[in-house]
């Protein structure tokens, strides 16, 4: 008969979660000793970096990611990583070890008191089981609502003394069962939608995360076509959904109010797919919509629908609703003329402009690189140089918690081994994830960090200018030697200033297939 622990890691194996992201201590090793051959156990220095390894591979796999944190302290280190997760609807199965059940009402040294409760509202769902023998459902009840829509992640804490429990022989059914989700327009919503869009004058679309998440971006291809409409990335985005050389691309919408009106002014109507209505950051209050036009939202998250303060929106899978758009609305029969060339990066006297880098990355790098930006200041650069074709190729902390970026480029490069994960992260967030690095060398992921170094908090000194704060201190972080810090923790690194030292050590490491750090000096520029 099989004890809790073996019925649980049937049950993962079963879920294809054989990868482990964890950083243990005494409550999780009577789980970890039990772990079988065919795992890999992923160690992570510190658990905002263990959760954004996580994270990274659960969005560049396109699959839930299975995490092992300690206890209540484990827990609160990952959850700064963990407030982007909710937003970039991230199937994380977040397990933490907790005190043998009896002492933990005495509130022992490392119970996890209120477990369920500690990581709300970061989670969709948490639990602790009632008894030992409710463990592996709970775990398998973790695993499918993590997955099913809107996918988010979830935590369950585990009593220590409940892995060498007998489990229940109805656990056999866990393994094999499946949930799915049949999240689709009906015929009757379907023909509301191209009746909109066949009469409206100026149709736009405005995609977001969900689409890429999905890989739907040819559909999205299609039914721009079709429409001969214009696309923008909905505020904020964490993925790119469209290819920013297509003909119809027009950018990446501001995340404020009155500047998505601006830029959507003249549109009739306003199709949403796949992103939240809308990400704002910047409060600058406004009109919400253009004058005279509609918006539809297409989202598989009934909360983002719920909460949109203004437009209709429709819970649905967004590949199914493009795909079946893209083949319902009739042609346009007109074509939008080809884009201009990408602009000549902005240049500087006093080093590298962020243009000037994006453009070297652009020219350098493979065609199916992907990128995971963590550079708050660089954002106009980064989409102003850019070509990105790709499903699967732009990630970007999706609640703008700094410590992810760093850490899910290794977690990015470890699901993808076929394709180069490229972080660019500015000098102020390499700090809160740098011991991923660590966890790249031990374990050989041949990720390439490149460092842009302005030697402040640049996003920061822009929004002081806007805030009229600029008498705030502690926005400067001079002084901070990454490539020391890397060799340290056993990344070859190398340090730069001009373009040609930074393309030839950029050419270095993508030859060598190996864990690698590029500092690079950078000048301050704004978002
Ligand atoms: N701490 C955390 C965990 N998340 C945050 N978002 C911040 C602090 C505040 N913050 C921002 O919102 S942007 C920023 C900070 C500190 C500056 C990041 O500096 P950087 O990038 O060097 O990474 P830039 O390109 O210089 O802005
Ligand atoms: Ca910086």
Redesign the pocket.
């Known amino acids: 008969m099989a004890d809790v622990r073996q019925a649980t890691y049937d049950l993962l194996r079963a879920h294809e979660l054989t990868t482990i992201f964890g950083n243990p201590g005494s409550n999780e090793l009577p789980f970890l000793a039990g772990m079988p051959d065919d795992f890999l156990y992923v160690l992570g220095l510190h658990e905002g970096a263990v959760l954004a390894m996580a994270d990274g591979y659960a969005q560049a796999r396109g699959g839930p990611a299975f995490v092992n944190l300690h206890a209540a302290a484990g827990t609160g280190n990952a959850m700064?990583s963990l407030?982007n997760s909710v937003y970039s609807h991230s199937p994380l199965i977040i397990t933490a070890g907790q005190q043998v059940r009896s002492t933990i009402g005495q509130e022992v040294m490392l119970a996890n008191v209120e477990a369920p409760t500690l990581p709300k509202p970061l989670v969709k769902w948490s639990s602790e089981p009632a008894c030992a023998q409710d463990v592996p459902r709970t775990i398998s009840h973790a695993i499918h609502i993590a997955n099913l829509p809107a996918k988010g992640p979830v935590y369950v804490s585990v009593p220590y003394d409940d892995w060498e429990q007998e489990a229940p022989v109805e656990t056999r059914h866990l393994v094999e069962r499946t949930t799915a989700p049949a999240n689709s327009l009906t015929a009757d919503q379907l023909g509301v939608l191209v009746e909109a869009l066949a009469g409206a004058q100026h149709p736009v679309l405005v995609l977001g995360p969900e689409v890429d998440a999905e890989r739907a971006n040819d559909e999205a291809v299609r039914l721009a076509d079709a429409l001969c409409a214009p696309v923008w990335i909905a505020p904020s985005p964490a993925r790119c959904p469209f290819p920013t050389r297509h003909r119809s691309f027009r950018g990446v919408l501001p995340a404020a109010v009155q500047g998505v009106t601006d830029a959507l002014a003249g549109h009739d109507l306003i199709l949403v797919i796949g992103a939240p209505v809308f990400r704002y950051h910047q409060f600058a209050p406004g009109e919400y919509l253009p004058e005279g036009a509609r918006l539809i939202q297409l989202t598989s998250d009934p909360g983002e629908a719920a909460r949109a303060p203004m437009g209709d929106a429709y819970v649905t899978g967004m590949r199914d609703s493009l795909t079946r758009l893209a083949d319902a609305v009739p042609g346009r029969g007109a074509t939008l003329p080809p884009l201009e060339g990408i602009p000549p990066a902005r240049t500087s006297p006093d080093g590298l402009h962020?243009e000037q880098l994006f453009a070297l990355v652009r020219e350098t790098a493979p065609g199916d690189v992907v990128y995971v930006k963590?550079?708050?200041?660089?954002t106009g650069a980064f989409w102003s140089q850019m070509d990105l074709s790709r499903p699967n190729s732009y990630y970007f902390?999706a609640s703008?918690?700094?410590?992810w970026g760093l850490p899910a480029a290794v977690g990015a490069q470890l699901a993808l081994p076929d394709r180069r994960v490229v972080g660019l992260?500015?000098?102020?967030?390499?700090n809160?994830g740098i011991t991923a690095l660590w966890t790249a060398a031990r374990y050989d992921i041949p990720v390439i960090i490149v460092i842009?170094?302005?030697g402040?908090?640049?996003?920061?000194?822009?929004?002081a200018r806007i805030l009229d704060a600029c008498k705030a201190p502690g926005l400067d972080?001079p002084g901070i030697d990454f490539a020391a810090i890397a060799s340290g923790y056993g990344v070859t690194a190398t340090s730069v200033r001009t373009s040609t030292d930074f393309v030839a050590a950029f050419e270095e490491a993508l030859a060598d297939y190996r864990p690698a750090v590029i500092e690079v000096e950078t000048t301050?520029?704004e978002?």
């Open positions: 700064g407030t962020p963590e550079s708050t200041s660089t902390p703008g918690g700094l410590g992260i500015g000098d102020g967030s390499a809160y842009l170094k302005n402040t908090y640049g996003a920061l000194r822009w929004f972080v301050v520029t978002p």
